[in-house]
């Protein structure tokens, strides 16, 4: 009725509308009710941490952030006020497959038969490589991620897919990670990880490497899940890049300024990579 007060009287929209004039005043000054107050409030704060999170979280992790801050209702709750807002996160697609295995080449033994756990930092990595397309020529994208708190610790993008592709990515991992002996490098059977420059690179800094077999994603189920994170909370929210530069960027901005420091992991119980290994550094000092 208030809409409409403009235009016609208070008596003759009750009059129609078969309402008492006391009935609707009482209505109109009636104090906003305890539990439309906290949804309101709910509703204004999943849009913030929806936006601080590029857009790509769901109820899961929105909801265990709001747990950090204290709130103690439902995941439920939480689902119908995103459906309510139109929020929502985003879904996965499968990678490109950029595994070309040389037959001439050794592999080496798979040393974790598909247990992706670690106690430690820096007792198991998984590394991988993808495609990523652009409007002019395609980029190619090496990580290494640390297995025990989900964290890149090496990286590397060319526009081709070279041995000194994945020897990069290596080589800040080593670096950022002050040069750790014995640690598992696991990667599938791809040429540039059998070849002799990356093995003799391993065995110069001490790494040990580990294969899985070709054409099989739960051998390397870790790696491959990166990947499809990252197209999904990339590569399908934002416009096709315009060329390896533009991804380049992009992805840089991904990895260091979202992936590892804002993203929350249901495998670390929702805190960020980071987070994780903070908190587990100060466990270890104190």
């Not at 490098?185 to 065995?203: I, N």
């Not at 890049?241 to 929350?264: C, M, S, T, V, W």
């Amino acid at each position: 009725m208030k809409v409409y007060q403009a235009e016609h009287s208070i008596s003759l929209m009750a009059q129609v509308l078969k309402l008492s004039r006391s009935g609707y005043y009482a209505w109109l000054n009636r104090e906003e009710s305890k539990r439309n107050k906290e949804n309101r409030y709910l509703t204004d704060r999943i849009k913030e941490i929806h936006l601080e999170g590029r857009g790509i979280f769901g109820a899961p992790r929105i909801y265990e952030r709001l747990v950090s801050e204290g709130y103690q209702g439902s995941k439920n709750r939480i689902a119908r006020l995103m459906k309510k807002a139109k929020i929502m996160g985003v879904t996965r697609r499968k990678k490109w497959r950029t595994t070309i295995k040389d037959d001439k080449q050794k592999n080496s033994k798979d040393l974790v038969n598909r247990q992706f756990t670690a106690e430690k930092a820096n007792q198991l990595w998984v590394a991988d490589i993808t495609h990523i397309p652009t409007r002019t020529k395609p980029l190619y994208l090496a990580i290494i991620m640390d297995v025990w708190s989900r964290k890149v610790v090496g990286w590397s993008m060319k526009t081709s897919m070279p041995a000194e592709l994945v020897i990069s990515a290596l080589e800040m991992a080593i670096k950022r990670r002050s040069y750790p002996v014995g640690v598992i490098h696991h990667s599938d059977q791809g040429s540039q990880y059998t070849s002799e420059l990356f093995k003799s690179y391993c065995r110069t800094f001490g790494v040990k490497t580990s294969m899985g077999s070709v054409g099989d994603c739960y051998d390397n189920a870790m790696a491959e899940s990166f990947f499809a994170t990252l197209e999904a909370e990339l590569l399908n929210i934002v416009p096709l890049f315009k060329d390896p530069e533009h991804a380049q960027e992009e992805i840089f901005k991904y990895i260091e300024g979202f992936y590892n420091e804002r993203r929350l992991h249901s495998k670390l119980n929702y805190m960020t990579p980071n987070t994780f290994e903070s908190l587990h550094e100060m466990t270890r000092v104190a």
